[in-house]
């Protein structure tokens, strides 16, 4: 009986943690959101001084003006982080097109994303995703999903009452498989596809022509080697995301086109050596 009763209360205790945490995206998805801004703030922090450490910033000045220059234009145009504060940019010294932001505001570019991100269109597209990812609270979902599967996974390990025999384990090893793929990846291509929606209002609002996103994929489809199955990824398939993003490009221009007849026209350009 006490037994039973010790169950039935963490089970109770448990889906009033997940009621009190559910919070709802930028976009109106609902997710977990367990840990408060500050926090997550310290966390970007964190792992932001732990990449410079390892990665050397770029001092080509002319990289970095055009880079903050296409920045400092899509920042204005979305919100700033949750923890309050300006978004920080810096440009790295790395030949992987890569890029990144952070709790607390942390914008970080690789300079070989710009052999990939063509012009300044491209590389907005690419700055308002990761944004996106920071403005729709994608690091606080994704740490709370992590917590609530461990959480519940042990829960389900007591509630089966034999851990350590065979069947306890192996019905283990199938929830672990099956949560892994179930819920955390496809959660991560959600979230991606939520980035990519809310950066293609982001640079849309700063008068940068949403159009280019979908070159900028097309971009990464030549670059890029083989892909895994979508289903076993974090990220969408190129051509996915280019289907996601053709079908809100309509609102996205009509953005555009009124940032434009506001005067937002982003004069940046990367000035080349003679």
């Not at 990761?130 to 609270?137: C, D, K, L, S």
Request: glycine letters at 8%; aromatic letters at 6%; a neutral charge.
């Amino acid at each position: 009986m006490r037994n039973q009763l010790n169950k039935n209360l963490l089970l109770s205790l448990f889906s009033l943690l997940l009621l009190a945490a559910c919070a709802t995206s930028p976009t109106g998805r609902t997710q977990l959101e367990f840990f408060p801004s500050n926090q997550m703030a310290q966390m970007g922090e964190t792992a932001y001084r732990q990449i410079k450490q390892e990665t050397p910033v770029s001092q080509d000045p002319a990289i970095n003006r055009y880079v903050r220059c296409v920045a400092e234009a899509v920042t204005a145009a979305a919100p700033p982080p949750q923890s309050g504060g300006q978004w920080k940019v810096t440009v790295f010294k790395a030949d992987q097109p890569n890029a990144f932001a952070l709790p607390g505001g942390y914008i970080g570019i690789h300079t070989g994303l710009l052999s990939v991100a063509e012009n300044a269109d491209q590389l907005a597209a690419v700055i308002g995703h990761e944004i996106g990812h920071v403005t729709a609270q994608h690091g606080n979902a994704r740490l709370s999903t992590q917590y609530a599967t461990q959480a519940g996974l042990q829960l389900v390990q007591t509630l089966a009452g034999t851990p350590n025999s065979a069947t306890g384990q192996q019905l283990m090893a199938l929830l672990g498989l099956g949560t892994q793929v179930g819920i955390i990846l496809p959660f991560s291509r959600a979230q991606e596809s939520e980035a990519d929606i809310l950066g293609l209002r982001y640079m849309a609002r700063a008068g940068f022509d949403p159009r280019q996103s979908i070159q900028l994929w097309k971009n990464m489809m030549q670059t890029g080697g083989p892909q895994p199955l979508e289903f076993l990824s974090t990220h969408p398939a190129d051509q996915s995301r280019i289907r996601h993003l053709e079908q809100d490009l309509p609102e996205a221009l009509d953005l555009y086109q009124q940032a434009r007849d506001q005067g937002q026209r982003p004069e940046c350009k990367l000035e080349t050596r003679q």
